[in-house]
DNA sequence: TGAATAGTGTCTTTCAGACAATATGCC
DNA sequence: GGCATATTGTCTGAAAGACACTATTCA
């Protein structure tokens, strides 16, 4: 067989999809991101944003534009999670998902359902039942990926602003992690990783003593180990 | 819209496949199972076992099949490794595949080629270049998550045959980790996590003192955190 | 009895985890 | 000066890492 002979055509194909599992800590709880589906299948159910791949976008083009539709950002922390292929997961069709995890921080974020929605919304982890299609699945499995890579990368700070207080760095552990950290060891933790530097302005919040702002020294992520 | 007006070749779909990155130990080396292919693209050239998938069938069986199209086994670890989509990947059309990472015990395994394939080998994974399509890439992404995961997991099992000495899971994670290791520190460390068990079988291996033959407690990979 | 690998224990260092008092800014 | 959160250090226990000698089988 050479070029001339190969029949694209000759195989029947599954239709292949990108599901976003869109992280954000609002009011010190997990949030996730769903949508409201507007059509069959699954009409007026919760969902993972998402849709189908174009033929002209890698994987990852593919996530990152279902992001920007959703909520107008690009250059977020964005993840490949896992392909799901269940051979019914879906009643259209064969249809293939790549399940991506992306984190925000939803300050200042005005959120727009795409062409498919009737709605998109924050909606807290702990609170989440019957999603459409095998998307309870999808987010357990970044619900774990979550608390497994946060323990050793610095992930974390994909959920934070740019300036930010040790107290929120410590709170963002807790809530992902569900259990409180003692304030000393984080510190002392976090301090021995070199990955923050102090800035020198403070955030006053209150009648109580400000709390120093810091950075991260280097924006790339997965670059340190936080273990 | 509703099931009847819903019009599955509304989007035109890229094809799917599977691809595996086969391990074994093989004289004391990581070698993976590599073909070379016999038709156009890239005919002639080495690529990982692989092949579509069929619309009756989820990724994980078919990347057993495959697995047992080449090697005859089944019920080895196996494991989803990433998917790789971008959009000239394959010169044929569109092609995103997901890729697996499987371990086997070569002994008394015979390889057989398929279809697509003029003749199936093991390779020393030190000794490989210019593989077809982008599977340096896969392979690499391969290494990676073996090296990192025999780390916290019980997967090195995966490779070893269901009766083996101490020296050889040892050996195993050297030849892995391309590094040598202490015997006491990793023997001591093996033994406090409690997941193999002794014999009372020995292996004679030569003129000098037989060693001890130990088994799986539990053949469920991953149970234990081998960190 | 010599060759070759199997098998075993102690000490040191590092890191995680428990634990509470002082510092600072604001009203 | 009182309130509320920020900031800081020591001790203990567990695990990782460095290190060397004895045991056993067979030719």
Redesign the interface.
């Known amino acids: 067989?050479?070029?001339e002979e190969?029949d694209?055509n000759k195989?029947?194909?599954?239709?292949?999809t990108v599901d976003l599992v869109v992280f954000s800590i609002i009011n010190d709880n997990l949030k996730i991101l769903l949508i409201k589906r507007k059509?069959?299948?699954f009409k007026g159910k919760l969902a993972l944003p998402g849709g189908?791949?174009k033929?002209?976008?890698?994987?990852e083009e593919a996530a990152e534009r279902e992001l920007r539709e959703e909520t107008g950002l690009k250059n977020q922390y964005l993840e490949?999670l896992?392909?799901?292929?269940?051979?019914k997961r879906d009643?259209?069709?064969?249809v293939?998902t790549?399940s991506y995890l992306a984190l925000i921080n939803s300050e200042n974020i005005t959120l727009k359902a795409g062409t498919d929605a009737e709605s998109v919304n924050w909606f807290d982890v702990k609170n989440i039942d019957n999603l459409a299609f095998d998307h309870n699945m999808i987010i357990n499995y970044a619900l774990e990926r979550l608390r497994t890579k946060i323990s050793y990368s610095n992930i974390v700070f994909g959920l934070l602003p740019e300036l930010f207080t040790l107290t929120e760095v410590q709170k963002a552990y807790e809530i992902i992690l569900d259990k409180e950290l003692d304030k000393r060891n984080f510190r002392k933790k976090l301090n021995s990783l070199n990955i923050i530097e102090k800035t020198n302005l403070t955030r006053k919040d209150g009648l109580h003593r400000p709390a120093t702002l810091y950075r991260l020294f280097n924006k790339e992520f997965e670059l340190k180990i936080f273990k």
């Open positions: 067989m050479n070029q190969y694209v195989f029947e194909r599954p239709s292949v059509e069959w299948p189908f791949i033929m002209d976008e890698t994987l490949q896992y392909t799901f292929g269940d051979v009643p259209r069709t064969r293939i790549i």
